[in-house]
């Protein structure tokens, strides 16, 4: 017998000791980080409230309770019950039966209603029909990702429980090694903003700690065929762990199922679709400029499907000797800072991946409060000593001034942002100043996937700001729905009409010039005096965009569609409006470190250019007297 | 056509083109590092003098040529022809005939006369029976180890073609990756001394720098189980190099063959046999003390089988991108200091091993010029602030007067010292002691491997310092064979005589008092009060050496043979002369830096306590104005 069966085993044995004598378990299995138990009794489990939890403390394990198949209600006369038993006001708008796992998915527009008090309505169900409901939000704004997300997870259920049963395992395995050791590799993303992916690594497991593209400068890959990541083969790695969407994190996950991996992503839920919708549009990209990518869409529909959300603050079993646990970054939607407890008390890293500290109208500022942490590894891409950015209000009161100057010259502002983030929080600021009347009333076209992405904002509210949230739900007064966003969906005729038309706003991707519709954008605009460009975020080193701030003033296009390349002249106004940056400033960074509980001992400066990472990894040696590093790739720390 | 075959196409182009019409080339193939040539006109090949010479300098290669099969004399014939070339003085005692190479192994007690001037005779057997000579020394003093190691790799002749011609085809591959950097990776003696081992890497290359156990601390073996190591399968690794072959340096060397790695291990000749003889006792001793050992015997010869000896000085491609070459260390026989050149240029890194600084009795101090070094990995076993040691003329003087005092109260002396090393410089100054009158003759004894590590000694003394070399082949006037000696071969009963007989020296192994003989003899002698222990080595922490020099007065014993544990006291007098060490101490390893030249950029400071890494670390930094680290094992450094 296996040593997980073996431990299984112990855990059966447990349950049966602790479950009443009249609640039947009927087996016992791991599904990914979850135990999970089927009883011929859901109705009588779910109405000992207390149960689930009870043996969740005893086991020190996420549990799942779902009904044995036997005595599932047929799913057509359990439809009519569970509508019966929903309030109307939940807005149910679809309902799937899963007979392998006895799950039922309510997609209703207001998921709180559907949960009920507590769960009550939750548990009314199960005791009704005996199928395990699982809820789901309807998005306010309908999303193309979301949708093919979920549909695509609802076709390949079955792999997916081999997937989550095999992952369960090796979480569960127990552990082989007698040594103690933490080390971190570096991998990508140090002296250099792109390209992030680390590993941490112990005696018995080793994780991989994002695996992104470099803007700018394609062939620079993370170092993955290093023995330490993946030239020992690709199941060596146990784990991925993704902090966040954008492609200098996210554009070569797909890439490691390319590589043979097999085993499981670790990310919140939104992380997951937009990771789907970025390196889909990372694949596009490529095609469209001649590149070969890296990789089919279809390893991305393997990356989805090898994804286990997570919402933060769950601690999770990832492997046999480290727990993970996501907290809000602030930077994007769903972003995350990756705290993994090692061994049993043996060390503690948090991973910050991208963060804002002070709160934005989007989010809430990042966690900097934790149960232990000796090392942190840091963001610091405005870490140099005057990487001071103006403060939000400063930063939109320019805005408004570039808008209003534009449209004083019957010129037009075009905005490249990123899709996810940026575009979102600039909608906001706009949407109020025109509002309020700070600015004209004039259109904003959202180019590029800037309105799918903010369709999968409105998904997951639980993941904004209280205030916004609440506005969200409100159809009249979603701001996201305003009547002055057009989504950009004619292609090149539509904005060539726009470029032609009076005073409006324009926000494209690429966020950095790298490619994308803003490559359109310019080309129409570029030209016109009365037009300003307006950068809203960090340009890396080697882009377009770094090199248009630096006073390019000529840019490549290629205006047939036949692939010849010429270049059109940069007469347009060139503005820079730093606040708006999802990355926290240097005072951002230096407040995070120094309100951050507990204090850590040692932080690697990483994800910035050299000398940011060398001026912010010395302040804080200097400051605050931690032991500071700022490290190169390629190199490795040991912690313990 | 692979790039190996292709490249070998371009090199037979070279040599047609360089080689006179009148001379054949019949087959041009790799033999690890060197090239080999079969010619049809032996003879004419030869007689230019500077062909060869001409052709190694145009190819960048080492060039060995061989007669093609069908042109030699028959042996028998051959024999006489040769026998009747070289003098008689040559003392020629073995000729071996070698069909498949064309080679004739000549052993001598002279080889230079068998060589000639400038090459002249061998020239002359050449052209005169077309077998190609290779000349190895008769041992002065009878070792087995060599026999058993030049027999064996008789035996195994063929195999061994087949290990060089495959090592050879691996390093002349084309380097695969455009990347380019130089990393060490650390697998053991990091603030620790013991378990030695290195991985130097490059994105097309990984070499193994030695694999040594760790005395005291059986369980405490290098990380070999690491990715960066034997983690992604044995055959990562492209060669191993061995600095020496002291066990905390070679002890598992022979373990990686029973890993499934089959590559190169590159070291000097005596080297190659002194690992041998001290893996083999290794096994022994652990079998006695009834360890189960790593790995078995017959791993030993393969580790021999796979030896690549090379010489002092000698430029030898071991991949693509490394040339590697040794240069004395004066720690031991055939210590080297591992230079590797990386790249066209791009980098040099040197492994000092075990260096001693100043000459001594056996060797010359250790080489510190190089052609170029940017980053030295140095030695700190004595590093600490506190560790100057007498000089020898004051630690001989101290030897002698414990001596005379063990001698004037009827006492002996009971040295534990490595058999490797220490014992013969320790024979040398008792020898002339003796002879001048200094301390009164009496036996000297010498238990455990030293007479068999003495052998080897003189096997190669073009290793040993001109004024020994000579000596030594003056059978008169060899120290080593001077009357006082005496090998212990009869077992505990003859130790049990000498303990009970008159006074006298005991020379015995383990050096560190960790097991051997040196167990009985503190059994035999442990109680007399009127003896005394001399320490002369570097006692590590753990072992019993070092408790003992700390104060424990009782030593475990297995008294009845039947594996009963007890324990005897400890009344002998208790000295330590630290003069004689074949570590440089503090001094020594400042000056080794403050002389080297070049000066490198980088010092890492290992195998030394923590303290002693730190304190070498922190003092070259401040004097000299270097960037030094005292790495923690398990960490990476990249270079370049």
């Known amino acids: ?21 009249h609640i039947s378990v009927s087996d ?29 403390s005893k086991l020190r394990k996420r549990i799942t309770v779902r009904p044995d198949p036997d005595v599932l209600t047929p799913p057509t006369r359990a439809e009519q019950a569970i509508r019966d038993l929903i309030p109307e006001e939940a807005g149910v708008t679809d309902l799937d039966f899963y007979e392998d796992t006895g799950e039922v998915v309510i997609q209703a527009q207001k998921p709180g209603v559907v949960i009920g008090r507590h769960g009550a309505t939750l548990r009314d169900v199960t005791r009704e029909v005996g199928w395990t409901p699982e809820v789901v939000r309807t998005p306010p704004i309908e999303s193309s990702t979301v949708d093919n997300v979920r549909n695509f997870l609802k076709q390949e259920r079955e792999d997916r429980r081999d997937i989550l049963e095999r992952v369960g395992r090796q979480i569960h395995r127990d552990p082989m090694s007698d040594d103690e050791y933490v080390r971190i590799t570096t991998l990508g993303c140090c ?21 992104g593209d470099k803007p700018g400068a394609e062939g620079e890959t993370p170092y993955l065929r290093i023995p330490e990541a993946f030239g020992a083969g690709a199941n060596g790695i146990d784990a991925v762990v993704l902090t966040h969407a954008h492609l200098d994190h996210s554009a070569l996950v797909p890439l490691l199922y390319e590589y043979g991996y097999d085993g499981p992503i670790y990310c919140t839920e939104p992380t997951r679709d937009l990771m789907g919708l970025l390196t889909l549009d990372y694949l596009d990209v490529a095609a469209k400029e001649g590149r070969s990518p890296p990789y089919g869409s279809e390893m991305v529909r393997e990356a989805i499907k090898h994804t286990i959300p997570l919402e933060y603050g769950d601690v999770t079993d990832i492997a046999p000797d480290i727990k ?19 061994g049993d008390g043996l060390y503690n890293v948090a991973f910050s991946g991208d963060i804002h500290y002070d709160d934005t109208r989007l989010f809430d500022g990042a966690v900097n409060d934790f149960p232990r942490v000796e090392t942190l590894v840091l963001e610091s891409t405005y870490g140099g000593k005057n990487d001071y950015q103006t403060d939000q209000d400063d930063s939109e009161r320019k805005l408004k001034q570039i808008v209003q100057n534009a449209y004083d010259r019957d010129g037009k502002v075009l ?35 800037i309105w799918e992405a903010t369709a999968i904002h409105t998904t997951y509210p639980e993941y904004l700001r209280d205030s916004l949230r609440d506005r969200i739900f409100d159809a009249d007064d979603n701001p996201f729905l305003a009547d002055q966003f057009h989504h950009i969906e004619g292609g090149d005729d539509e904005r060539a009409d726009v470029a032609d038309g009076d005073s409006c706003i324009v926000l494209s991707t690429s966020g950095m010039v790298t490619g994308g519709p803003i490559m359109s954008w310019l080309e129409h605009l570029g030209p016109d005096p009365d037009s ?39 007469d347009m106004n060139v503005e820079t409006v730093d606040g708006f940056s999802g990355h926290a400033d240097r005072q951002g960074l230096e407040n995070f470190v120094r309100t951050m509980n507990p204090r850590p001992e040692k932080i690697l400066c990483v994800h910035g250019d050299e000398s940011a990472t060398q001026d912010l990894s010395s302040s804080l040696y200097h400051d605050m007297n931690l032991r500071t590093f700022a490290p190169q790739n390629l190199e490795t720390f040991r912690f313990r």
């Open 532 to 570: 300003t460009l307006t950068f809203v975020g960090y340009q890396a080193s080697g882009t377009l965009g770094r090199r248009i701030q630096r006073g390019r003033d000529e840019i490549p296009i290629n205006g047939d569609g036949n692939g010849r390349s010429d270049t059109v002249s940069l």
């Open 324 to 342: 993970l646990t996501l907290h809000n970054a602030g930077h994007i939607l769903g972003s995350s800072i990756c705290h993994f407890h090692v």
């Open 415 to 449: 905005i490249p942002a990123f899709a996810v983030g940026r575009s979102q929080e600039l909608m906001l600021v706009l949407e109020e100043a025109m509002r309020e009347g700070d600015i004209p009333e004039m259109p904003i076209y959202l180019d590029g996937m």
């Open 28 to 56: 016992v299995t791991y599904e990914g980080p979850e135990l999970v138990i089927y009883t011929r009794d859901p109705k009588e489990f779910a109405a000992d409230g207390d149960l689930v939890r009870r043996l969740a």
């Open 1 to 21: 017998m296996s040593t997980v069966d073996k431990q299984l085993e112990d855990v059966k044995a447990t349950i049966d000791d602790e479950v009443p004598r």
């Open 191 to 211: 002296r250099e903003v792109g390209r992030a992916a680390f590993i941490l690594s112990t005696p018995d497991t080793r994780i991989l700690i994002d695996c």
